[in-house]
């Protein structure tokens, strides 16, 4: 593995799984994989655990990290091609890339979408900008349009408690105030399309997601109908896709917020979400405090999967 952007820079997802599991069981068996060399992660927007646990993922392979958050202390960047800069940004990111590749030997980026044009964001001109011109490897820490190292942790966590074979995974929209992007949802649904569970979608009319995901999966509009069954309820808000309402908060329906009654209906089914989640509006405290709730778990294994997938890039610097 060079670059990793999305499902399929990870291979065999079963081999995959296996390797975090050997990380997780031995998290400094390669405490010297990554000596002299850095990490660094630049960060375009907020973050608490992918900034946490990507930092101590490269200090378990013994590498040094370096953190950079653009929008504090850095130059404002230009990211426009052939522009005048007589605005309010001293550097351009032509030159910024190459520059923060001199200075490590693997990189993290966080970009998110930013709703300014669908086009720009669905074609990752941010994250293949630092592919381009960095020279270095690139990890997607949450890009436009993905955020597989959150996903790939939510695969290991459903690997860890399912109850059966083939579970039965339910990925729902829940309402939420802001604006969000489509990237986690995107990349959950890329990844439980490369494995073998009953996947279902449920999200409101209009909340569509891009095709290019969603193509070949089941989609219910009924939440309660495709919560029945469920072993696992992975709950996310996202924006409207589809225009003209792109980067929008079209509803704010609170009938769709995870409760007890909807968690009934599942086969005593586990509750997920990427977090950071707002309580009440996306899930009630009743189910999010329950024994049935393994966000942090879940969120634990953002080490195994920032390892996992650090340890395969330095397999092959
Ligand atoms: C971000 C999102 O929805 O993409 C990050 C989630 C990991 N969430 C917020 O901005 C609240
Ligand atoms: N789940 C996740 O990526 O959280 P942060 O935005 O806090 O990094």
Known sequence: MRNFTCVNDIGNIKEAVKKAEYVKKNPFADNLLGKNRTMLLIFFNSSLRTRLSTQKAA????????VLDINQGAWKLE????VVM?????EHLLE?????GSYCDIIGVRSFARFESKEDDYSEKILNQFIKYSGRPVVSMEAATRHPLQSFADLITIEEYKKRERPKVVLTWAPHPKPLPQAVPNSFVEWMKATDYEFVITHPHGYELSPEFTNGCT?????????EGA???????WSAYNDPDYG????MDKSWTVDKEKMELTNNGYFMHCLPVRRNMIVTD????SPNSIVIPEAANRVVSAQTVLKEILLNL
């Open 96 to 100: 910024a890339i190459p520059v923060m």
């Open 219 to 227: 989609i219910e509009y009924d939440q309660k109908k495709a919560f």
């Open 286 to 289: 009743e189910v999010i405090d």
């Open 79 to 82: 990211t426009e091609l052939g």
């Open 231 to 237: 072993d696992f309820i992975y709950a996310k808000n």
């Open 248 to 251: 929008k908060v079209i509803s």
């Open 86 to 90: 007589d605005g309010d940004k001293p």
């Open 59 to 66: 200090l378990n392979l013994g590498m040094n990290a370096i």
